[in-house]
C-alpha cells in the first residue's frame, strides 16, 4: 500500500502544474548560473537580510534542471533589456520594441514588474523634449513650478534650462531644488494637469523624491562659469550654509582625474604633501595612476612611501585632507590659473 501511494504521489506530480518559483528562489537559480566570484559582487549590493534568504535557497537548491536555469536566465535578461528601453527611450518606446520582439501581452507583462502597473516618473514627456523648448515653454512658469519640473529632468537639459533663465530666476530656483524635498503625487498631479495642453500628463501614486542638493549640484556642474558664480554668490547672501554645502559637492577629489595634465602639475604645487598623501588613503586607482603620472619619479616614489607608512586612518580625517585638496583646486580655478571643463565638453580648451 506504501509503494502504491508514492506511485501515485509521483503520478500527481508529474501532471500538476508547477509550483510558482519566489524571487528568492529564481535570484538563488540565477546567482547560482553566474558562480561565485560574480554572484559576491552582486551580494556586495545587497542588504543582509536579502542575502541570507538568497544564501538558504542557494543550499537548499541541490540540483538545478538546464530547462528552469535558462527559464530564469531568458527572465532575468528580458527584465534587464525592457530596464534598458525604458531608460533609453522612455516607457512608449520600450512597449513598441518588446511586443514586436515577445508579442504584447509578454511586453506588458515584463513592463508590470518593472514599473508597477506602468507608473512612470512625472514628465517623462519632456525628458525627450530639446532644452531650448523646454526654456521656452518653463520660463514664464513660477519659479517652483520650473524647480519641481527641472528636478525631474536630467542633469544635461537641466543645465541648459538654468542657464537660459535670468540671473534672479536662477538663483530662486537652484534655491528651491535644493530644498525640495518630498512633493505629494496630488501636487504633482494638479501641475500636470495645468500643463497638459503641451506636455504628456503622466501621473504617480506613490511619493516621489526628487530635488534636493545633489540635483543642483548635477545641474550648476553642467552650466558655464559665470552663471554658476552668480547663482553661487547670490546663495551665499541668501542662504550661507545652503551655499556652503553645494560648493563642497562641486568639485570632488575624485574630479581630479578630469583635470588636464598642466592643471593637475600647479595642483600639487600649492597641495601640502602630507595631506595629500592622506587623501589618496582611500582613493581609487583611476586617482592615484592619474597624480602619480604628473609627479616626478621621485617624488612619486615618496608619496608611495608615505602612503603606505601611514598605517589606518579614520574616514574622516581622509576626507578633511580630500577637502584640504579640492579647496587648493577651487581656489586656483577661481584666480584663473587653472580651467575645469563643465557643460560635457562644451567649454573644452583648444
Known amino acids: 500500500m506504501a509503494a502504491a501511494a508514492a506511485a501515485a504521489a509521483d503520478l500527481q506530480d508529474m501532471y500538476s502544474e508547477p509550483k510558482p518559483m519566489s524571487a528568492h528562489e529564481k535570484a538563488a537559480i540565477l546567482f547560482i548560473a553566474l558562480g561565485g566570484d560574480y554572484a559576491a559582487k552582486v551580494f556586495a549590493h545587497m542588504d543582509e537580510e536579502e542575502i541570507e534568504a538568497i544564501t538558504l535557497d542557494i543550499a537548499n537548491n541541490k540540483q538545478v534542471s538546464i530547462e528552469k536555469k535558462n527559464m530564469v536566465i531568458s527572465e532575468f535578461y528580458q527584465l534587464m533589456?525592457?530596464?534598458?528601453?525604458?531608460?533609453?527611450?522612455?516607457?512608449?518606446?520600450?512597449?513598441?520594441?518588446?511586443?514586436?520582439?515577445?508579442?504584447?501581452?509578454?511586453?506588458?507583462?515584463?513592463?508590470?514588474?518593472?514599473?508597477?502597473?506602468?507608473q512612470v516618473r512625472p514628465f517623462e514627456f519632456l525628458r525627450?523634449?530639446?532644452?531650448s523648448q523646454l526654456l521656452n515653454f518653463l520660463q514664464n512658469e513660477h519659479p517652483q513650478t520650473i524647480a519641481l519640473v527641472m528636478a525631474y529632468?536630467?542633469?544635461?537639459?537641466?543645465?541648459?534650462?538654468?542657464?537660459?533663465?535670468?540671473?534672479?530666476?536662477?538663483?530662486d530656483v537652484a534655491k528651491r531644488i535644493a530644498l525640495m524635498d518630498r512633493t505629494s503625487p496630488d501636487v504633482i498631479r494638479e501641475i500636470e494637469r495645468v500643463l497638459e495642453r503641451k506636455i504628456s500628463s503622466l501621473s504617480t501614486q506613490d511619493f516621489t523624491s526628487a530635488g534636493g542638493v545633489p540635483a543642483v549640484v548635477e545641474i550648476l556642474n553642467r552650466v558655464d562659469r559665470a552663471t554658476e558664480r552668480a547663482i553661487i554668490e547670490s546663495l551665499e547672501v541668501d542662504n550661507p550654509e545652503l551655499a556652503e554645502e553645494i560648493k563642497q559637492l562641486m568639485?570632488?577629489?575624485?574630479?581630479?582625474?578630469?583635470?588636464?595634465?598642466?592643471?593637475?602639475?600647479?595642483?600639487?604645487?600649492?597641495?601640502?604633501?602630507?595631506?595629500?598623501?592622506?587623501?589618496?588613503?582611500?582613493t581609487s586607482d583611476d586617482v592615484a595612476e592619474k597624480i602619480y603620472k604628473n609627479m616626478s619619479k621621485r617624488a612619486a616614489d615618496m608619496l608611495k612611501e608615505e602612503i603606505s607608512y601611514m598605517g589606518p586612518v579614520k574616514i574622516r580625517d581622509v576626507e578633511e585632507a580630500q577637502t584640504k585638496v579640492v579647496n587648493v583646486i577651487r581656489t586656483l580655478e577661481d584666480k584663473g590659473v587653472i580651467v575645469i571643463v563643465r557643460g560635457g565638453g562644451e567649454g573644452m580648451l583648444v
Do not use: H
Open 153 to 171: 529632468l536630467s542633469p544635461d537639459q537641466a543645465g541648459i534650462v538654468m542657464s537660459g533663465l535670468s540671473i534672479d530666476s536662477q538663483s
Open 251 to 282: 568639485f570632488v577629489f575624485e574630479d581630479i582625474i578630469l583635470l588636464d595634465d598642466r592643471s593637475l602639475q600647479l595642483v600639487l604645487r600649492e597641495v601640502d604633501t602630507k595631506d595629500l598623501a592622506l587623501a589618496m588613503k582611500a
Open 81 to 118: 533589456m525592457a530596464n534598458d528601453y525604458i531608460s533609453t527611450g522612455g516607457l512608449e518606446y520600450a512597449q513598441s520594441v518588446l511586443e514586436k520582439a515577445l508579442g504584447a501581452e509578454k511586453a506588458t507583462d515584463i513592463l508590470k514588474r518593472l514599473t508597477t502597473s506602468l
Open 128 to 131: 525627450k523634449t530639446d532644452p
